[in-house]
Nanobody, 127 residues
Framework: QVQLVESGGGLVQAGGSLRLSCAAS????????MGWFRQAPGKERESVSA????????YYADSVKGRFTISRDNAKNTVYLQINSLKPEDTAVYSC????????????????????WGQGTHVTVSS
């Protein structure tokens, strides 16, 4: 079992930045890849980013490339999502997820590639 707890969300003006954190407990953190997803009001959940167990490979959705940066600190059992140049359309609940394996699957954007999910943290971007 893996427990995931996100933090760092909040209300921010457009153009601002946030760093989201996801703290993991349970199974050895370095044994699985991690992903970030978001779900805006009235919309389906979408993949944002993913990272392998050692940070050696990452994935970003086209909509966030150049603005979002995923990283992890295995010593702290935590994965981060740095979000810069926030836009109102980034408003969503951001959730982290733990993969089944250390590496990324061929479809890291697919929710089914992840075994455990956090409850999410709210990000609201005002214009």
């Amino acid at each position: 079992q893996v427990q995931l707890v996100e933090s760092g969300g909040g209300l921010v003006q457009a153009g601002g930045s946030l760093r989201l954190s996801c703290a993991a407990s349970g199974r050895t953190f370095s044994s699985y890849a991690m992903g970030w997803f978001r779900q805006a009001p009235g919309k389906e959940r979408e993949s944002v980013s993913a990272i392998t167990w050692n940070g050696g490979s990452t994935y970003y959705a086209d909509s966030v490339k150049g603005r979002f940066t995923i990283s992890r600190d295995n010593a702290k059992n935590t994965v981060y999502l740095q979000i810069n140049s926030l836009k109102p359309e980034d408003t969503a609940v951001y959730s982290c997820a733990a993969g089944f394996t250390p590496g990324l699957t061929p479809t890291p954007w697919y929710p089914g590639a992840y075994a455990y999910w956090g409850q999410g943290t709210h990000v609201t971007v005002s214009s």
